[in-house]
């Protein structure tokens, strides 16, 4: 029963670019051309006399009817650098990045809107731009704030464990050193809204791509001036999010164009927009030891990573608050003695930065891939040996790991063994050799990683909020609320299946409701949805199982130790055919329960209400400070062939082995393993943004942006293993970004691997055709310079 | 410039009055009020928009709706009949080759147009990657999307087709 | 400098799809201006949400597409025709082609997506002119003609000499791509087409090769070469060429036709790839193309 997916499929979406109010008008954005210029003026008049023009929004208006975007993430510690930017939505005096919104036209309808938007007469000061982090960092480069002493928004240094002492131990050190490129999570869908401002009641509804409707209120109605309770956000269907709809910032001009023009006013964001405006991600540049003995203990890491968060402006503090997870993931699912691990984040006149399948965690665990994969090769061990050295056991879960994560469960072993078992090790590696002899490179990557999920972090807007309802309708259906919007990922039959379980009811009456802001949350993030919003539904129904239970004693005149359900009826376990069905039961509690009414007792207690709201939270998280309560696992292991002369890589077989806890829909999982693979086959050899030398991005369409198509997504052989966790509700673990994490890490490997006669170090993505044979070219030349 | 057009969609017959620049994409979404038929990159390289012209797909976002004068247009809400989703699409809630659904109608319409044409062949996986290389999706890694399209044309090969 | 803009809208418009060639010049002759002349529009849309084309006013698009007699593909006393509105998917599937062809309908296959290739035409993919133009390495190596038509009547010439520069060619404003025509393969003559992009599917060539020799017991005879992408319009490779002449291939000859190549083009670096990373591979291309031919003939 997919309720969702066949409204879907039969062509009943409503995404955001479907909504039709009466009177709508539409709001097209104009964006800078430049990367880093002042605005010297705009002139507004001749798009207003194009008819059909309504209005045309500036960074003036901004800051005459808006407040600053609210900060959503602040750190202070001392020694650490954090620093915040104070803006607007769009800008009166300076624009930092190639795109930038400056003005946005309301017209009767989008062309005009979009015709107009070439006719604001724009003066700008080019300035000098940066496009680089570690450049950004150097004295000698331009500022993006002005009011800031340098291009560092935030330094964050962590130690875990005992780091001097893990060196200590060391037999040797290794320096690795790791670059990831920036990239776009490119949902197919952009963003969209529609605003409608009701000037009788002050009040303002918001529709559309909302991943986050709860955050997306607080910091809209912030920047409004409005109290929250004036402001609703409802989600419609989502074309794809992967964390690039949780951020709130054009919408806030939307928002102000219905008010100022007192008409609906839509917004659907142009996919060149998207792409151009981002939110992007990745762009770190690692460097560090890696401490070791000779049999391969790994013992600890020193370690920097720097991160080109491009401008801060628009989500003030999430996207640096994403170098935490990155500092903190390394200890991933190995024992160690200690790290020191230092996070910088540098603004740069780029695209701002935010979450993408992964937020920061993948960008330790892939690091600590890697650099475990040069250990291993630097001590002639194979890669699963190496790991299956330093894996925690599957006896000593609960575990405290240095970083203060409380990991859940698992069997680490038993996963990559798994992963093993299903590709000829052996027969690969055999094979490798003898193509070697005939000049070609075949290579083997292995990779294994945990998902930290579910985030909880104080001092920020990822706190870890939530709350859900389940009900009973007095039809005898459920209805089930919480704050998991659906975007792809399963939230509905999820929710759906959860709580049919518990309660015996088939999934045809289960109606899981559209996310709105009503409810607390802070929606699907960090894959959080099998965690908290799926813990807190598990946790409704089961009281309102409770009420039924008592309900339904009462009705059938049976004891409640005696009252079970199943397939939607509710009945007593010692004559079955003593029940009622769920409509029936419905019917008498809420309406005609009988000459006599129900039990006072029941009516005491309100169990006759079947309507329970419940609110869930971590049960490690507030006493060892862990960010993540589960932890789900996984072993990659990939083969390619690298043609040497194009550099061109070739994927000939793909495993994952997938434990997340106990499994609510293996389709749903299954779909997300797939895809997230692919979307990290694409990071490790396709996707790059890349900007000309005044930081102006190239990248701008499906055309130069390569995501993968369905023939460079290859055939992918998946097996689980179900741990359950303890600290969830259901046993289920949060999923869906392990998969983007090792794929990413198991392909570079293997790419490493297969170039291992030219004794090439891929610590560069993606591995690009080009890059690929400039490598080899390079390795070459050197060899015949040596010779 | 204001046209006259006159479309068979879905197999109805429609007169419409278009103006000369606007797509057919355009066209299908407001005045035929076809939801189905998404906008994404409006370039022709995503595939969301695709529609069968005269049983080929094409991305309706290239397509100047007066160009196609008198064509035969169909679109997902085409293959539904008497609110039963169609084989099809039947397949792809199945296998579940299908996510966020936002890429869905468009991929299932270039699927559709490929089964057709293989009447009585075989549809190897490779075929059908390469037939669908023009549309995009971001969340299925276009596994379950394969297993979908053969079990769509295991559906027509056992009759259960319209 | 323009405003950035996510997809901008397309122009107002008058427009003509006439349905003989006869009409076509007669709009022609009194099309208000400014007008542009379209077939597939696959390229035409794009251009002008990128904001590459734009016009300020009312512009006239006149559309080939209803031109029947400019969609055909016909085989007659050794030539092969190809009316200029002939779109692509008929051009992958037509079994003239195929046979007479197979260089052209392999390079088809590597163009766009089935959707694209439904609607682009040989002609618009020529008449574009891009250095990239897949369609033409393979026309190239083919000897293809071109046949222009315009007021002052028809005039007919070598694709090479019609292609000037990246967008650029000979034709008039007034004038109207109608045909390309190229002499039928031989049974004992070899082609192949190969490219290289940043992904497999869809995408644009970072370069691109077409291949034809004739073997003669071993020997190559009448070899052409022709490249996309390494060069302001697709070119033929004259000096490899004439060093594969009358050589028996083997590895050696074929590896240092390769170095040819490499030497004798001056790619540029744009966003595809850099000049250094095209000379490379161009190189490789060839070779394996020439390798294909012979392992075809063997």
Known sequence: MKKREERLVMGKGQYADDLEFAGMAHLVFVGSPYAHALIRSINTDKAMTLPGVVRVITGQDMVQHTHPLPVQANFKKPGWTWRLANVHAMPHDKVRWYGEPVAAVVAEDEETARRAADLVEIVYDPLPATGNALEALTPESPRVYDDWEDNKQVHLKFDFGDPDKAFEMADQTLRVTYREGRVHGLPIEPRGCVAVYDGKNDALDIWGSFQTPFLARHNIAATMGMPEAKVKISAVDIGGAFGLKIHTWKENVVALASKLTGRPVKWMEPHRDFMATGPHQRDVFWEGDIAFKNDGTLLGLKAQVVHDLGVESTNKGIAALSIFPACSAPASMYKWIGMHIEGIGAVTNKSFYCAYRGYGKDKGLKFIESAINQVAKKLGMTPEAIRFKNFIQPDEFPFHQINNYVIDSGDYPATLNKAMEMVDMDGFRKKKADLEKQGRCLGIGVSTTIEPAGVAVPNCQMGGITQARVMITPDGSVEVHSDRTEIGQGAEISHATIAGNILGMDLAHIHVKKVTSDYIGQGPLSSRGAVYPASAVAKAAKLLRKKVVQCAAGLLMVEQSDVDMADGFVFSTKKPETRLSYRELADKVFFFPGPRGLDPEILKNHDHLLDVTATWYSPTTPDTGSSYTTFCVSADIAVVEVDVDTGVTDIVKYVHVHDAGTIINRQVIDGQIHGGIIQGIGEALYESLDYDDQSRLLSTSFSNYFIPTSIEAPDIEIAHLETPSPFSETGSKGMGEAPIIGSKAVILDAVEDALSGFGIRVNDSPASPEKVRQWILETQRKTKGED | ?162 | ?298
């Open chain 2, 1 to 162: 410039m204001k046209i006259p057009l006159n479309l068979t969609i879905n197999g109805d017959t429609v007169e419409l009055t278009v103006d000369a620049n606007e797509t057919l994409l355009h066209v299908l979404r407001n005045s035929a009020s076809l939801q189905s038929v998404h906008r994404s990159c409006e370039e022709g390289e995503c595939g969301a928009c695709t529609v069968l012209v005269n049983n080929e797909p094409v991305n309706s976002c290239l397509v100047l709706a007066v160009s196609v004068q008198g064509a035969s247009v169909m679109t997902a809400e085409g293959l539904v009949r008497n609110n039963e989703p169609h084989p099809i699409m039947k397949a792809f809630t199945d296998e579940l080759g299908i996510q966020c659904g936002f890429c869905t109608p468009g991929m299932l319409m270039t699927a559709y147009a490929l089964i057709n044409r293989c009447e009585g062949s075989e549809l190897t996986d490779e075929f059908i990657r390469k037939s669908l290389q023009g549309n995009l999706c971001r969340c299925t890694g276009y596994v379950n999307i394969v297993k979908a399209v053969k079990k769509a044309k295991q559906n027509k090969d056992a009759g259960y087709w319209w």
């Open chain 3, 1 to 298: 400098m323009k405003n950035f803009i996510g997809s901008r809208s397309l122009p107002d418009m008058i427009y003509h799809a006439p349905e003989s060639i006869e009409k076509l010049f007669l709009l022609l002759s009194d099309a208000a201006r400014p007008f542009r002349i379209v077939a597939g529009c696959t390229d035409f849309i794009p251009a002008v949400r990128t904001g590459r084309w734009s016009f300020d006013e009312e512009v006239t698009i006149i559309d080939l597409k209803q031109i029947k007699a400019l969609n055909y593909i016909e085989h007659q006393g050794g030539m092969v025709h190809i009316g200029a509105c002939t779109r692509l998917t008929q051009i992958l599937e037509s079994p003239e082609i195929q046979e007479k062809a197979p260089v052209l309908a392999r390079a088809v296959t590597t163009m766009g997506s089935w959707q694209v290739r439904n609607t682009a035409t040989i002609g618009g993919n020529i008449c574009m002119s891009s250095p990239a133009g897949d369609t033409i390495p393979a026309l190239l190596v083919l000897d293809a003609r071109v046949t222009l038509a315009g007021p002052d009547g028809e005039e007919e010439m070598l694709l090479k000499e019609f292609l000037t520069g990246p967008g650029q060619n000979t034709m008039e404003d007034n004038q109207v791509m109608t045909r390309i025509s190229f002499p039928a393969m031989e049974k004992n003559e070899t082609a192949c087409f190969k490219k290289i992009g940043n992904r497999t599917a869809v995408i644009i060539s970072i370069v691109s090769t077409a291949v034809r020799i004739t073997l003669e017991h071993g020997v190559c005879r009448n070899v052409k070469i022709a490249m996309g992408s390494v060069a302001p319009t697709p070119i033929r490779i004259n000096r490899a060429e004439a060093f594969l002449e009358g050589k028996r291939l083997d590895q050696e000859v074929i590896h240092r036709c390769g170095a040819l190549v490499s030497e004798e083009i001056s790619p540029i670096t744009d966003l595809r790839a850099s000049g250094d990373y095209r000379r490379d591979v161009a190189a490789t291309l060839v070779k394996r193309a020439i390798a294909e031919c012979m392992e075809e003939k063997e």
